[in-house]
């Protein structure tokens, strides 16, 4: 009978460590995951959102000289065409 009862012990023991390493793992991929996101929102920030402005900045750039070669730098460029 004793040897009944420590085969019991063990196969408790064994499934405790089996849920520890489950939740070891969980936790890694858990960690893995966020420090993935990290690098992503690092790439965004500092590669992406400059290229960004700068795509904008250029659009911009040129709408305005464009209007400013049209109206002049007067109301009409700050206020709008003027009809009649």
């Not at 009944?4 to 793992?25: C, F, G, M, P, W």
């Not at 790439?43 to 911009?60: C, D, E, M, N």
């Amino acid at each position: 009978m004793p040897k009944s009862i420590q085969s019991l012990d063990t196969i408790s023991v064994s499934s405790d460590a089996s849920s520890y390493d489950e939740d070891e793992e969980d936790r890694l991929a858990e960690q893995e995951w966020q420090e993935s996101l990290q690098q992503l929102q690092q790439l965004f920030a500092i590669v992406l959102l400059p290229y960004l402005g700068k795509f904008i900045g250029r659009k911009w750039s040129h709408w305005a000289y464009a209007r400013y070669v049209r109206l002049g730098l007067g109301k009409s460029f700050f206020l709008g065409e003027q009809r009649l």
